[in-house]
């Protein structure tokens, strides 16, 4: 790996020190980001998990952070602080957003529990009307029970009408991310519907 600055030798990337590192990153340099991310990319995990006290969650924000770092890497100055400290800062943001978007999507599941609480009184009567409640509560416990971040992007598809697109910039997260997480909680939320129907 070549360190921006050093001698032409190569420089073994476990040797290299957090300046050398900080230095590589600022300038663009890839390996310096590759070398970055295998030694921290733990610690933002753990916090992110730590704060959110979801795996998946976690793994979502720590990408996000190492994403945001190599964006803004640019406006990275390693006079100021190491590489690690930088990252922690990402990671106290992202995280901020990722519980403010839990609260979002919790009070989008009750106020749609709500909606169909409240619309009961106006289902047409009989057995048809009654099925209609029950499939659309159905739906509203399912999807309460899915990762946040599946749970987030199927919301955004059901209650505001969204498009992949729009949810990923909604989101902050990359449109392959979005529909990944749209196909997984298609998939968990159809199995679990169709589970409760054997069920019943």
Same mark, same amino acid.
């Given at each position: ?13 476990? $040797? ?16 310096? /980001?590759?070398?970055?991310y295998r030694r921290w990319a733990p610690l933002v995990r753990g916090l992110a998990q730590r704060a959110l006290g ?12 190492? /994403? ?10 390693? $006079? ?18 990722? /519980?403010?978007? !839990? ?15 409240v619309s009961v009184g106006r289902e047409p009567a009989g057995d048809a009307g009654m099925d209609a409640v029950v ?7 399912? /999807?309460? !029970?899915?990762?946040?971040?599946? =749970? ?7 209650? $505001? ?21 749209? =196909?997984?909680?298609?998939? !968990? ?9 054997? =069920?019943?």
């Amino acid at each position: 790996m070549r360190i921006p600055g050093s001698p032409t030798r190569d420089v073994d990337p476990r $040797e290299a020190s957090e300046t050398a590192l900080a230095a590589g990153l600022a300038a663009g340099d890839v390996a310096c /980001l590759a070398e970055v991310y295998r030694r921290w990319a733990p610690l933002v995990r753990g916090l992110a998990q730590r704060a959110l006290g979801d795996r998946c969650e976690a793994e979502d924000v720590m990408q996000q952070v190492f /994403l945001a770092a190599w964006r803004g890497r640019y406006g990275y100055r390693p $006079e100021l602080g190491p590489p690690s400290a930088w990252l922690t800062g990402i990671a106290r943001h992202r995280v901020a957003d990722a /519980l403010a978007a !839990r609260s979002r999507r919790a009070a989008l599941v009750e106020a749609a529990a709500g909606r169909h609480a409240v619309s009961v009184g106006r289902e047409p009567a009989g057995d048809a009307g009654m099925d209609a409640v029950v499939e659309r509560l159905m739906l509203s416990q399912e /999807l309460a !029970r899915l990762p946040s971040t599946q =749970r987030t992007v199927l919301c955004l598809t059901f209650y $505001e009408d969204l498009t992949q697109p729009q949810i990923a910039a909604r989101t902050g997260w990359p449109l392959g991310t979005v529909k990944s997480h749209a =196909r997984r909680g298609m998939r !968990r939320l159809g199995d679990r519907l169709r589970g409760r129907g054997e =069920r019943g």
